[in-house]
């Protein structure tokens, strides 16, 4: 069984902060994406890592920094916490190679900014 | 440019009736459409992929290529199908990316 998890549930930091969100996968896949998650905007991707240390733009980058050093985790970094931050952030993990692979997603991370 | 389009931010049906969530794309090569599925303090998950044309939990989606829809269907709702619908687009050579639409949620009242 798949397994993606996160770090946190739960999050509230305050406006300015460095911020990290942890995610892990257990079955050795290849891709990983973080995601956010608002209402009436849906899914929309922030950062996407194909292999270790190779990462691409999503669609809404500005803000956002990632890390991959080991396969398993990916990381997502708010440099300076924003109010318009607030929101659901949702990773997922994938094989590589072709569109057939479902992602996986892991439980989400609510990240309140005061 | 890719898009998804769910032109419904919510459906309300009754139990036993039919349901039909929509979905149109915008792409100009050879799609691949995938419906995810994410009930009430669940992950989200996919519910089916276009390519298998499968029927899960009685749902299915047929591409059609001429009106560049994707829409999910099933002839009887049930209380458990009220949740939110993601319809997601992929496609391009060498990623492995989705684009998702702005979801529906479906509510199924008894």
């Known amino acids: 069984d798949v397994k993606v998890t996160q770090s946190s549930r739960y999050l509230v930091k305050r406006t300015g902060e460095k911020v990290f969100l942890e995610c892990v996968q257990d079955m050795d896949h290849e891709n990983m994406f973080w995601y956010r998650q608002d209402p009436g905007l849906g899914l929309r991707l922030i950062y996407f890592s194909y292999d270790v240390k190779m990462k691409e733009k999503g669609d809404i980058p500005e803000g956002y920094s990632v890390s991959r050093e080991k396969k398993e985790r990916f990381s997502l970094i708010l440099e300076s916490a924003s109010t318009n931050q607030t929101s659901m952030y949702l990773c997922?993990?994938?094989?590589?190679?072709?569109?057939?692979?479902?992602?996986?997603f892991g439980p989400g991370t609510r990240l309140t900014v005061t | 440019a890719q898009r998804v389009t769910q032109p419904e931010k919510l459906l309300s049906v009754f139990k036993g009736a039919p349901v039909e969530l929509k979905c149109n794309y915008s792409y100009s090569g050879s799609p691949e459409l995938f419906w995810y599925v994410q009930y009430s303090r669940q992950r989200l998950q996919l519910l089916l992929r276009?390519?298998s044309r499968e029927s899960i939990k009685g749902f299915t989606a047929d591409l059609n290529k001429g009106e560049t829809s994707f829409h999910l269907k099933k002839p009887f709702a049930q209380e458990e199908d009220s949740a939110m619908y993601y319809c997601?687009?992929?496609?391009?050579?060498?990623?492995?990316?989705?684009?998702f639409g702005t979801g529906t949620r479906l509510q199924v009242f008894p």
């Open positions: 997601a687009l992929g496609g391009n050579n060498n990623t492995d990316k989705l684009i």
């Open positions: 276009h390519i």
């Open positions: 997922a993990s994938s094989y590589r190679g072709g569109l057939y692979y479902e992602q996986y």
